[in-house]
């Protein structure tokens, strides 16, 4: 969904490399759910938030690994972009966690090999990354059905062109931001979702099968200007 938002704005918002942003873009929060690796049920036997999941730094390191060594077999552009994603995310656990500290440092230095390969500055790259940021925290909203009603207004975060975007649900309800940065008056995307009918389950494998085997549903968004 965040590839799908991010498509839709103004082409002046797009870098000489869009295809390979969009790339990175749809791809940085991929490889996370891994039922061999980790168990994602609480006490309760209810799925856990991952919101509120607490990862180790073990646990981080292990993902942000495996996401970057996915991105380094298709481009060095890609591989920069998930770079300085990782680097976003986590910088605020570096000042408190010695480990992170020293893997962010690591991939600083790897940023900056990127960087130079591609002719860029950091503030090129920053820029570029500012459309991630905008549509992948536009289709968290979205997901969690947390856009507000009547005319009401949520902020979606300040980001390209270090504009602050808010989002809205129209009384028609199709979907509001503001600024418009889009190309049409609007537009349609839409999501694949699965609907579990229990709450609880008895064990990580019995989660993973009853996942796996619920059919496919969709749900549609429409944004207007």
């Not at 440092?105 to 960087?115: A, P, S």
């Amino acid at each position: 969904m965040a590839g799908k938002i991010a498509n839709e704005v103004q082409d002046k918002y797009k870098n000489k490399n869009w295809v390979a942003t969009l790339a990175a873009i749809i791809e940085h929060d991929d490889r996370q759910l891994d039922f061999n690796e980790k168990n994602y049920l609480t006490k309760t036997g209810a799925p856990k938030d991952f919101l509120l999941e607490n990862r180790t730094v073990s646990e981080i390191i292990k993902r942000s690994k495996r996401l970057l060594e996915q991105a380094e077999k298709k481009s060095t552009w890609i591989s920069m972009l998930i770079v300085h994603h990782l680097i976003f995310i986590y910088k605020e656990m570096a000042s408190e966690k010695k480990t992170i500290r020293d893997f962010l440092g690591k991939l600083d230095k790897k940023e900056q090999q990127y960087i130079k390969s591609q002719n860029l500055t950091r503030d090129e790259v920053d820029s570029i990354y500012q459309i991630m940021v905008f549509a992948d925290r536009c289709s968290l909203i979205l997901c969690q059905a947390a856009v507000p009603n009547k005319n009401r207004m949520l902020e979606v975060n300040t980001s390209i062109n270090d504009q602050t975007f808010w989002i809205s649900e129209k009384p028609t309800t199709n979907i509001r931001i503001e600024p418009w940065i889009f190309r049409s008056k609007h537009f349609t995307i839409s999501a694949e979702y699965k609907l579990i009918e229990k709450n609880s389950f008895s064990s990580n494998e019995e989660f993973q099968r009853l996942l796996s085997e619920s059919p496919v549903r969709f749900k549609t968004w429409t944004f207007s200007k």
